[in-house]
């Protein structure tokens, strides 16, 4: 795969530490769970410690079904796959 084109100058970074959002698949419905990110690359890679504790039977995306797990996402998903922190409150 080819790394995603560099991000917009006016884009903010995030941070490691930095709370987010992600969107999972919980049954038949989408839903954002919270999530930290762990890690951000300077190709603007992130990657997000998700925790899933919220979706239905408690399970994740983890591996065996735990309720955190690991994901990577790039600028470019942002407002679709992940969103940043209190996005739901100004949604």
């Known amino acids: 795969d080819r790394p995603p084109p560099p991000p917009p100058a006016e884009w903010v970074w995030p941070r490691e ?3 987010i959002e992600v969107e999972v698949e919980d ?3 989408t839903v954002w769970c ?3 990110v762990t890690a951000v690359l300077v190709d603007s890679w992130l990657r997000a410690e ?3 504790t919220a979706l239905t039977g408690g399970g994740g995306g983890g591996e065996g079904g735990s309720s955190t797990w690991s994901d990577w996402f790039t600028w470019q998903e942002e407002g679709v ?3 940043r922190g209190g ?4 949604a």
């Open 17 to 19: 530490g930095d709370e």
């Open 27 to 29: 049954g038949d419905r």
């Open 34 to 36: 919270p999530a930290v």
């Open 50 to 52: 998700i925790n899933g």
């Open 81 to 83: 796959d992940w969103r």
């Open 87 to 90: 996005a739901a409150e100004a």
